[in-house]
C-alpha cells in the first residue's frame, strides 16, 4: 500500500536561518506531488507542485522554494526563514491519472521566530 | 482565477441534527468537486468527490453532497450528525482531468453530545 512521510513533525527556527522539509511517498511510482500551506481561516494554499522529477511549478511568489530530486522525493526549502513563513506545511501525492484524491502527510508545524 | 468559497467558518450542532454546510466555487470550465475532512490529530482525508454523472454524490460515514450547476455549488450534507462527526471540512474544486485543488478556507463542525 502506499504510504506519504513527512518530517519533521514540528521546527522552531529563528529567522533568517535556512530550511529544509523533506517528503517521501511508497508504493506508487510517478506520483504528482504537492506543497500546502494551511493556516487557520484560511484553508490550504497551494505553494508547489511537481508532476516528474526536476519539474516545479510555484503557485505564489514567495520565499520558499521546493524541488524533486528523486521521483518520490519533494523537498521545501527556504535559504531565509521570515516570520511570515511560520505555518503548517502538508505534503500530499495524486495518482497523476486524473482521480484527483489527494493523500496528504501528517504536517509540519514550523514556527519561525 | 478559480476559488472556492466556504462561508461557513463555524458550525455548532447538537447529534442528531441535521447538516448542511456550504461551498460555492468559481471556475470557467468543467469542474471537478471534492469535500475532505480532517478529523482531530488525524490526516486530512476524502470524504466524497463529484466528477460527472448523477448530481448527488454520496460519501463515506452517511455524507452526500449535491451539484448545482446553476447556483455553482457543492453543498455537504448529512441528515442526522453524530459526536464523532466533529472535525474541519474542506471544500475544493480542480478543472476537469486536472489534479491540481484549490480549497476553500475550511468549516469548523463541532456536535455537541
Known amino acids: 500500500s502506499q504510504t506519504i512521510h513527512q518530517w519533521p513533525a514540528t521546527l522552531v527556527q529563528p529567522v533568517g536561518s535556512p530550511l529544509s522539509l523533506e517528503c517521501t511517498v511508497e508504493?506508487?511510482?510517478?506520483?504528482?506531488l504537492y506543497w500546502y500551506r494551511q493556516a487557520a481561516g484560511r484553508g490550504l494554499q497551494l505553494l508547489f507542485y511537481?508532476?516528474?522529477?526536476?519539474?516545479i511549478s510555484s503557485e505564489v511568489p514567495q520565499n520558499l522554494s521546493a524541488s524533486r530530486p528523486q521521483d518520490r522525493q519533494f523537498i521545501l526549502s527556504s535559504k531565509k526563514l521570515l516570520l511570515s513563513d511560520s505555518g503548517f506545511y502538508l505534503c500530499?501525492?495524486?495518482?497523476?491519472?486524473?482521480?484527483?484524491?489527494?493523500?496528504f502527510g501528517s504536517g509540519t508545524q514550523l514556527s519561525v521566530l | 482565477a478559480q476559488s472556492v468559497s466556504q462561508h461557513n467558518h463555524h458550525v455548532i450542532l447538537s447529534e442528531a441534527a441535521s447538516l448542511e454546510l456550504g461551498c460555492n466555487y468559481s471556475?470557467?470550465?468543467?469542474?471537478?468537486l471534492f469535500w475532505y475532512v480532517q478529523y482531530p490529530g488525524q490526516h486530512l482525508q476524502l470524504l466524497l468527490k463529484?466528477?460527472?454523472?448523477?448530481?448527488l454524490v454520496k460519501g463515506i460515514k452517511g455524507f452526500e453532497a449535491e451539484f448545482i450547476k446553476s447556483k455553482f455549488s457543492f453543498n455537504l450534507r448529512k441528515p442526522s450528525v453524530q459526536w464523532s462527526d466533529t472535525a474541519e471540512y474542506f471544500c475544493?474544486?480542480?478543472?476537469?482531468?486536472?489534479?491540481?485543488?484549490?480549497f476553500g478556507t475550511g468549516t469548523r463542525l463541532t456536535i455537541i453530545p
Open positions: 475544493a474544486a480542480s478543472d476537469f482531468g486536472n489534479e491540481k485543488l484549490t
Open positions: 500530499a501525492w495524486t495518482s497523476g491519472k486524473g482521480g484527483g484524491k489527494l493523500f
Open positions: 511537481s508532476v516528474g522529477i526536476g519539474q
Open positions: 463529484y466528477f460527472s454523472g448523477d448530481p
Open positions: 508504493g506508487t511510482s510517478n506520483p504528482n
Open positions: 471556475y470557467g470550465g468543467t469542474v471537478n
